[in-house]
């Protein structure tokens, strides 16, 4: 008798373990989140991920090769244009300029000695043409001998080829002093190179060099953004294009503030589709910018592109599937009752219902996360 009596006690725990599975799996009733359906304006919306970017955005790049000596911002800072941001070594710079200028007082000195020449030959030469005006006057009269005529032409032309060559002196030494000026001014350009100046007012989001570095024409010393127009550029699907115009409203999601939405509108939309991914560039001006922010930064985008007046829709949350078809589940009488539906268009967190429903439904779906596969048709449900 002991024996039977454990083997009823074993197999009526065994029931009851079953009977309390069996209840929770199939009688017990589902704690569920409760929707009543009703007319709402609902704002269809374009998704789009994409990272903040700035309109104008430079490389700040030296001009020459150099030695960097002296960078007086980093990264993070403000800049005003015509601003020093980074220094060259310029002490073989200024050596060669000073020889540039030296050379143009060797040049000034060798012009004004021509030019002296050149008064002189001028000189010599009209006091040969008087010599040969007096010499000409006593030939004619029979005081002069053609000796001394003949004579008298060829200091003329002595004197003539003497002023002739000076003449081209003084325009050889205008173009030498021309050559040694726009040496100078190349050399002072050379000079004034190695101060990198700021090419407009903007922010310094990064710094590649470090003073010490010799930096080459076209290698980048710092990356500099203007703030006057900060945007995301978002990427979108390009089935949405013919629902996107610029102005139209946005929202924008920072991922490092997930639950703050920053106000924001199309400034314009591109024109060039990926041809992997089908889709194009949106860019969506923020306002006002988070105080934090960074180039780069990853932010969801959603446009603004319809809005549905009295449309019926419900959760997405609320969304099933069976047997490969899409619908929602409702509460009749305290049961879970599967409904066949169309949908239609989609808003952040709500999906119009074209087909389906009523208004007043109640459609359900299961209060703990996870556990939608056990809301079937026909299954008890509770709560609100």
Do not use: H
């Not at 922010?293 to 099933?320: C, F, K, M, N, T």
């Not at 299961?366 to 008890?380: I, P, V």
Request: proline fraction near 4%.
């Amino acid at each position: 008798m002991p024996r039977l009596i454990r083997r009823l006690v074993i197999a009526a725990i065994v029931i009851a373990i079953v009977g309390s599975i069996v209840y929770a799996k199939a009688l017990r009733p589902i704690a569920v989140q409760t929707f009543a359906v009703a007319p709402t304006d609902l704002l269809i919306e374009v998704m789009g991920t994409g990272t903040v970017e700035a309109r104008v955005s430079t490389i700040v790049s030296p001009k020459i090769q150099g030695r960097l000596v002296d960078l007086p911002v980093d990264q993070g800072s403000s800049v005003a244009k015509g601003q020093i941001i980074a220094r060259l070594d310029d002490s073989d710079l200024r050596r060669r300029v000073e020889l540039a200028q030296a050379n143009i007082e060797i040049a000034r000195a060798g012009l004004t000695r021509l030019e002296a020449e050149t008064q002189r030959a001028q000189a010599v030469e009209k006091n040969a043409q008087r010599d040969d005006e007096r010499t000409s006057a006593a030939f004619d009269r029979g005081a002069a001998t053609e000796t001394e005529r003949d004579r008298s032409t060829e200091r003329i032309a002595i004197a003539q080829a003497e002023l002739a060559t000076a003449v081209a002196g003084v325009a050889e030494g205008r173009k030498s002093l021309i050559a040694a000026q726009v040496n100078l001014e190349y050399e002072q350009a050379r000079l004034d190179d190695t101060l990198i100046k700021a090419p407009f007012d903007g922010l310094i989001i990064r710094r590649d060099r470090d003073p010490g570095d010799i930096v080459l024409p076209g290698s980048s010393i710092y990356q500099l953004i203007a703030l006057d127009e900060i945007w995301v550029s978002a990427w979108v699907d390009e089935t949405t294009l013919a629902s996107i115009a610029p102005d139209q409203p946005a929202r924008v999601i920072f991922r490092s503030e997930p639950t703050r939405p920053y106000q924001g509108r199309v400034a314009r939309v591109g024109r060039e589709a990926d041809r992997e991914t089908r889709e194009l560039i949106v860019d969506v001006t923020i306002d006002p910018l988070p105080e934090r922010w960074a180039i780069g930064q990853r932010a969801e985008v959603y446009i603004e592109s319809q809005r549905l007046d009295g449309a019926l829709a419900v959760p997405i949350a609320a969304i099933a599937v069976r047997q490969g078809k899409q619908g929602v589940y409702l509460n009749r009488n305290g049961k879970a009752r599967w409904v066949e539906c169309e949908l239609g268009q989609r808003s952040a967190d709500q999906v119009e219902i074209s087909k389906g429903l009523n208004e007043n439904d109640a459609v359900i779906w299961s209060a703990t996360s996870g556990a939608r596969s056990a809301l079937r048709d026909g299954r008890r449900v509770t709560g609100s």
